[in-house]
């Protein structure tokens, strides 16, 4: 079969001028950093792609610029220390993980993590214990609170433990290191870290916050007096990918140390270990403007991001049948639409998507309810009208009416917890509708958002089934499913 080649791809695209409410929150557009007087770190940027030269520092060992860059972040955002991410907020989740949890130990974490905490629990072997996100989306203080006592409890009577799983042998357990939780998730819902933070360190337990999502909100909180940030909720260490919201390069994010209940060089040290040690400078330097520009202008960035989003749920308003989430606890920057057709019927999500990226609006993922528009510190006002523009004349046209679908409560993850029966030793690729019962040999994870619907060992039920079959009949792409919708299961 023959296929476009990447840089074809990537020429075609940026020649149709599309609109992006995708990730990278710089949107492609080179003015932004020019109007900051930027535009000459552009200007042939092939010649910056360089390697560890005298002068240039070095990622691992920084002494010069880079270690400059580190402290110009831990300034701006107002914590103890600063790690540069160019692995993206993966490595930094992954490293999070590894420097506060002991090989063979425990790890308390919401069930809704990013599958990088799923590939940190691998590494490290680590037992983790899940916290269910409430009907709301949020990760509750009280069931981490009552997660950590549980836990402890049954550490402390391993008898009771054994009688109150069934198991035959009592498993091992180790105590719980640290929390993780992710806020905001994906479709911008944030849990209360003050609280959640307070439940962990009662008992002595660092958290980590997972705000890949949120990277901006410490200049919100900034120019609007809130405590939204992990970073201003008092979490230990807080994951922030720069580059899905605010202006540096793919790939590009920080990981903030704000206490002393983890150890810097720890965190170091996996960091060390998991990027690579070639990083690209023009990646680097994107931190730097990104970093030069926010300690400049987040007031104005901050200001006129709000001031567009207001125009488009404004506007969205007057449209009939458009619904537009918002709240007080989602991030305002995304958009997650739907159109409403009455009877409880939506348009389907991926009918939506199809929609508006024929007319050039790219949209950052659907689910079966409709579209997430990511809007990033890059939007500007055209990108908001066009959308407009376009979610409007889809809800004139008559066809719509050929795509609706019931909607759906659809959190990322809304079913109850799959039992764990162990890694299968052996597994085999079989249809779905056998899977009934059976240990999962690998983690099915629907992409994006990443976050996996069941991991290895865990046994498939047919409530899970079903909604794997749902997620595959409305088009989304579900990692772990072939293309004859085989999964790996144990051979048993
Ligand atoms: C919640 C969450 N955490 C972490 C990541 C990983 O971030 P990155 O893509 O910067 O590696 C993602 C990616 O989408 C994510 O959604």
Redesign the pocket.
């Known amino acids: 079969m023959s296929q476009e080649l990447l840089t074809d791809f990537l020429i075609g695209h940026k020649a149709a001028k599309p609109v992006s409410f995708h990730m990278p929150g710089h949107k492609g557009r080179a003015d932004l950093y020019e109007k900051y007087g930027y535009g000459e770190f552009l200007r042939d940027i092939m010649a910056s792609d360089i390697t560890e030269i005298p002068g240039a520092d070095n990622l691992h060992d920084p002494s010069g610029p880079i270690r400059q860059l580190m402290e110009n972040y831990a300034g701006l955002y107002g914590v103890k220390h600063t790690e540069l991410?160019v692995?993206?907020?993966?490595?930094g989740?992954v490293a999070s993980i590894l420097a506060c949890v002991p090989k063979g130990g425990t790890l308390l974490m919401a069930r809704n993590?990013?599958m990088?905490a799923y590939a940190a629990i691998r590494l490290g072997d680590i037992r983790p214990v899940f916290v269910m996100p409430g009907e709301d989306g949020k990760i509750h203080a009280e069931d981490v609170s009552a997660a950590i006592e549980w836990d402890a409890m049954m550490r402390d009577d391993p008898v009771a433990s054994r009688k109150k799983r069934g198991a035959a042998a009592a498993p091992e357990r180790t105590p719980i290191s640290a929390v993780l939780v992710?806020s905001p998730?994906?479709y911008g819902v944030m849990s209360d870290i003050s609280a959640i933070a307070a439940a962990a360190h009662r008992h002595g337990i660092p958290l980590i916050v997972?705000q890949?999502?949120g990277a901006h909100l410490v200049f919100f909180d900034q120019h609007l007096g809130t405590t939204r940030s992990a970073e201003r909720q008092g979490a230990d260490l807080v994951?922030d990918?720069t580059?899905?919201t605010l202006l540096s390069f793919t790939?590009t994010?920080i990981l903030n140390i704000c206490s002393d209940r983890v150890s810097q060089e720890r965190v170091s040290g996996y960091l060390s270990m998991l990027q690579t040690t070639s990083p690209s400078y023009p990646a680097l330097a994107s931190l730097d403007v990104n970093e030069r520009i926010l300690r400049r202008a987040s007031r104005e960035i901050v200001e006129t991001w709000l001031k567009d989003i207001r125009f488009f749920h404004e506007n969205a308003s007057r449209i009939d049948g458009l619904t537009v989430l918002r709240g007080e606890d989602i991030d305002p920057t995304k958009l997650s639409v739907s159109i409403e057709l009455g009877d409880g019927n939506v348009v389907e999500g991926r009918a939506l998507d199809l929609m508006l990226r024929s007319a050039n609006i790219w949209p950052e993922m659907f689910d079966s309810n409709g579209v997430l528009l990511m809007t990033g510190a890059g939007s500007v006002r055209s990108d908001y009208e066009v959308a407009l523009r376009a979610l409007y004349e889809i809800t004139c046209e008559k066809k719509v009416r050929n795509y609706a679908v019931p909607k759906t409560s659809a959190p990322a993850f809304s079913h109850a917890l799959p039992e764990f029966a162990g890694v299968p030793e052996k597994s085999v690729r079989i249809p779905l509708y056998q899977a009934a019962g059976r240990a999962a040999g690998a983690a099915v994870t629907p992409y994006?958002?990443?976050i996996p619907l069941i991991c290895p060992g865990e046994k498939f039920t047919n409530d899970l089934l079903i909604k794997i079959n749902r997620m595959m009949g409305a088009g989304i792409t579900l990692m772990g499913v072939d293309e004859e919708g085989g999964v790996l299961a144990g051979d048993d």
């Open positions: 991410l692995n993206g907020g993966s490595a989740v993590a990013h990088s992710t998730d994906y997972d890949a999502h994951i990918s580059h899905k790939g994010g994006p958002p990443g």
